[in-house]
């Protein structure tokens, strides 16, 4: 399985709240501070990205924003326009359409924004994989197969079908997976993270043999063997890249593998202990108990009583 397989699988990213926004004029929509990904979609026409602090951006039709989680800004018909609606504040109904004319003409855009979600249990990491902000062209060289989807969205967003809304969820969410999956040399490395180290090719492989055999017992010295560099030389640049130590990412997979098993299946203790790499219980229980807070019977007790009862 490969990496990017791996972590969706796990994960399960969902997309929440969407909306799809038909403006007209000039036009401001404020967007507020969350603390989970946002994404915006610009399906037809053009409008301007205003950060609090930074210059406005230009996006134009097909153009993507992917943000690991929002400091009030704003989407604008121009640098200079004022908030005029609403439309991502909490007290909006999700999946709805939202419009805003100002009566006076003016250029048609499209914008259809959201946010995603996945189980609390791991947020943290999936956040982590994300840069700050990712801002992906229409004009990108490799934008060939966005752009296709990026039109069946705009298809469906105006569409009205049976079945519309889960659709749409479906398609943002693969957009997600397509923008994952795009030439990771088109990822800015200068910020550290899981892009940064899936973008360098020794660490690109080093993951891929962490990830292919979580239960090995992995150090330093032999992921460097594996991927041909000194010791000093892969620890160095991996931390450069990814932003944490390889023993610290490969405990997070653990711990992350582990959780999933607790809350999604009937496995016993020492089964998910072997299955990642901890070679007892009590050593499973140990790690669990350092990154969690609490002991892994313990947290799978919390975890199912949260869950509804079928």
């Not at 203790?269 to 892994?296: K, N």
């Amino acid at each position: 399985m490969d990496i990017l397989t791996d972590i969706i699988r796990l994960m399960r990213p969902q997309a929440i709240s969407w909306r799809t926004v038909d403006v007209q004029g000039r036009w401001g929509m404020s967007v507020p501070c969350r603390d989970i990904p946002v994404f915006f979609l610009v399906v037809t026409g053009q409008c301007w990205y205003v950060p609090r602090h930074g210059q406005p951006l230009l996006l134009r039709q097909g153009d993507y924003l992917l943000m690991r989680a929002t400091a009030r800004y704003c989407l604008v018909s121009d640098p200079d326009a004022i908030e005029t609606l609403h439309a991502m504040e909490t007290h909006v109904a999700s999946d709805q359409y939202v419009r805003w004319d100002d009566g006076l003409g003016g250029d048609k855009v499209r914008i259809v924004g959201g946010y995603f979600e996945i189980g609390p249990e791991h947020t943290a990491l999936f956040s982590g994989m994300l840069p700050d902000f990712l801002h992906i062209r229409s004009s990108d060289e490799e934008a060939g197969r966005l752009s296709r989807l990026i039109a069946l969205i705009g298809e469906e967003s105006g569409s009205g079908l049976p079945g519309h809304d889960l659709v749409m969820s479906r398609l943002v969410e693969i957009m997600l997976v397509e923008v994952w999956r795009r030439p990771l040399t088109r990822i800015d490395s200068r910020e550290a993270g899981w892009f940064s180290g899936m973008a360098d090719p020794n660490i690109h492989l080093a993951l891929q043999r962490m990830h292919s055999d979580v239960a090995r017992h992995w150090t330093v010295g032999t992921l460097a063997k594996e991927v041909g560099m000194s010791r000093a030389a892969f620890a160095r640049r991996f931390a450069e890249r990814v932003g944490v130590a390889p023993a610290t990412y490969l405990s997070n997979w653990r711990i992350a593998l582990a959780k999933d098993a607790l809350i999604n299946s009937e496995r016993s203790m020492i089964d998910i202990a072997l299955s990642i790499g901890y070679y007892s219980d009590s050593a499973f229980s140990t790690a669990f108990s350092r990154a969690v807070g609490v002991a892994p019977a313990a947290f799978r007790r919390a975890r199912r009583s949260e869950q509804p009862a079928q």
